[in-house]
């Protein structure tokens, strides 16, 4: 059985590596984080591997997961290129979504294949994640070796995957955040403007729900253009001009985070079709006016 080693381990590896344990598809090998006993608990959770802290300990091994956070992943190829572990033909990998593989650069010099896989999941409890990551989207790119083993290696704990560009890998993860991170942050705009019409907070979560789920379940099923509903999408530019107008008057950041959103909306409005030209050239002027 071939084996793999984790470089920092949080959350993220420490799923992926017990989800490759389990599998009986990968041997851990060793744990390496900058404290020993936070590899030791990484170990615990994986259910094997050799917790370690230093890397002259580090071993050979077939695969090298760098689990490290993104800032810190360029010194962590550097420091495994000066290990000694790495060999001809070993496979690095890491798991940002921001990076592309060619941070790994120091290792490839060493003839290792590199690549990174991206599982679209939020990683905040690993014991849940371990359950669910079945059917978890993982976006790969590297050298063709690296490909075809990770995806072998992901497709046998349920993972589904997808191919990405490295040359925009920065903003196909600048997608997952507005997607995930910032709709969390657009949730929360939401109920302090709920709040500030009189809702209590609590209250204004229980409003919001069924229209945040009703919406993100028209969005797949139909596509944002015809899920797209309100003033913008009717072409209402006197609607959409009083809000501005309120939430100016009220908060500034928050004008600002709508008028922008509103360009968005305006977009779609315009294929969707259900808005006049008459509403749509309205709602152009005013946006443009807005912006000035």
Request: hydrophobic share 45%.
């Amino acid at each position: 059985m071939k084996s793999f080693s984790i470089i920092g381990c949080g959350a993220v590896g420490k799923t992926v590596g017990r989800l490759f344990y389990e599998a009986g598809i990968l041997e851990p090998r060793d744990i390496l984080t900058r404290s020993l006993p936070s590899a030791k608990d990484a170990a615990a959770f994986i259910g094997a591997g050799r917790a370690t802290a230093s890397w002259q300990e580090l071993r050979e091994a077939d695969l090298y997961l760098v689990a490290a956070s993104d800032d810190a992943i360029a010194t962590c190829a550097k420091s495994l290129a000066e290990s000694g572990a790495v060999q001809p033909g070993a496979v690095v990998c890491h798991l940002s979504g921001a990076l592309s593989s060619a941070v790994l650069e120091p290792v490839a010099r060493l003839g290792a294949a590199v690549a990174s896989v991206h599982p679209v999941k939020s990683f905040a409890h690993p014991n849940l994640c371990v359950m669910d990551f079945a059917g978890t989207w993982c976006g790969i790119e590297g050298d063709p070796a690296a490909v075809d083993f990770l995806s072998g290696a992901f497709r046998a704990i349920g993972g589904e995957l997808f191919t990405l560009d490295p040359r925009f890998k920065t903003i196909y993860h600048a997608g997952s955040v507005l997607v995930c991170n910032y709709l969390t942050a657009l949730i929360e705009a939401g109920a302090k403007a709920y709040q500030k019409g009189g809702v209590p907070r609590e209250q204004a979560f229980q409003v919001m729900e069924p229209l945040v789920r009703a919406t993100v379940e028209n969005v797949f099923r139909t596509g944002t253009v015809q899920a797209l509903t309100g003033p913008i999408a009717r072409g209402d530019a006197a609607v959409v001009s009083a809000q501005l107008e309120a939430l100016e008057a009220w908060d500034g950041e928050m004008a600002r985070l709508y008028r922008d959103l509103a360009v968005v909306a305006l977009d779609l409005s315009r294929r969707r079709g259900q808005a006049s030209d008459s509403g749509l050239e309205a709602l152009a002027r005013l946006l443009d006016k807005e912006q000035e």
